[in-house]
């Protein structure tokens, strides 16, 4: 089975006749009545019947017409997506971390959809190494990342570099020095986490001993420590998008260094329009971060 021998078959299906098909298509009917039968051959079913001087469809070929539709549909979708001059459509799969999902996307994701709303982009969130793996095994065409994976297969761009705040509640006091944590809880993603890393390596330097829980979300950080339960480290787009809820003070510290942050994609990918066109996006976006 070929695309050749699917165009005969939707042409034949449409005229319902071959000498019409044969027409349309400007070759000779004999060649459309042998790639017929091989198709039926091929798929162990009549498609048609004869009926006087024409053809009709069987109930098989009825059934196997609605899918070469959408097989030659794909392939045209296909070509138009491959061509430069095309505009960006199809399926875009996009990654990011929940603190660039949270605290820097929403605008940027609002502004590629009325831009090219033909690209049908399907988002997910999850840890930077997951969307590493995702990256690296054709299941993700791109992520937003904080730390660069390191991996032969994957190309990584410099977006921007993410200020962190320290974060907690009026309730707790004042916190104008590494030693006011002593002794507070402290509210941080797994191990794995660049601000998590960020801020262990602070307080060590410091000699500063606190007790850290481990919550893989910004949502329930966020609410224990309005809630006066403890104190945390946050981008400061995620500090910026909850200050409003109120309970929450933010801090910064010189020793706190910027978080880069990085856009990844499979180094040997084969070209993607709209993966091009949300990257060229990024970067403008970001040109002054």
């Not at 006087?52 to 979708?77: D, S």
């Not at 910064?252 to 949300?278: D, G, K, S, V």
């Amino acid at each position: 089975m070929d695309l050749s021998q699917l165009r005969m078959f939707k042409a034949v299906a449409e005229q319902g006749s071959i000498v019409k098909a044969s027409q349309l298509l400007h070759c000779v009917p004999s060649n459309i009545t042998n790639r017929i039968k091989l198709l039926e051959n091929d798929l162990g079913v009549s498609l048609f019947v004869r009926k006087g001087r024409g053809l009709v469809i069987t109930p098989a070929g009825q059934l196997f017409l609605n899918y070469t539709c959408k097989i030659l549909a794909t392939c045209q979708e296909a070509r138009r997506a491959l061509d430069p001059s095309s505009e960006p459509s199809g399926i875009l799969r996009i990654g990011a971390i929940e603190s660039a999902a949270t605290g820097r996307l929403p605008s940027i994701l609002s502004t590629f959809h009325h831009r090219y709303p033909s690209v049908d982009m399907q988002f997910s969130t999850g840890t930077w190494q997951q969307l590493a793996s995702d990256v690296a095994e054709y299941r993700l065409d791109g992520a937003i990342v904080a730390t660069d994976p390191e991996h032969p297969d994957i190309h990584h761009k410099e977006i921007y570099n993410e200020p962190i705040m320290l974060i907690a509640s009026p309730s707790l006091g004042e916190i104008s020095k590494p030693d006011d944590l002593a002794g507070k809880r402290i509210y941080m993603w797994p191990q794995g986490c660049p601000y998590r890393h960020s801020l262990e390596r602070w307080l060590k330097s410091n000699h500063v001993s606190t007790s850290i829980t481990n919550i893989a979300s910004y949502g329930t950080i966020l609410g224990c420590v309005s809630a006066g339960a403890g104190a945390s480290l946050v981008p400061e787009g995620i500090f910026e998008q909850f200050k409003r809820i109120g309970a929450i003070k933010g801090y910064t510290f010189e020793q706190l260094n910027p978080i880069q942050n990085y856009f990844i994609q499979h180094r040997h990918a084969p070209p993607h329009h709209a993966l091009r066109a949300f990257a060229e996006l990024l970067g403008s976006e970001f040109s002054g971060a």
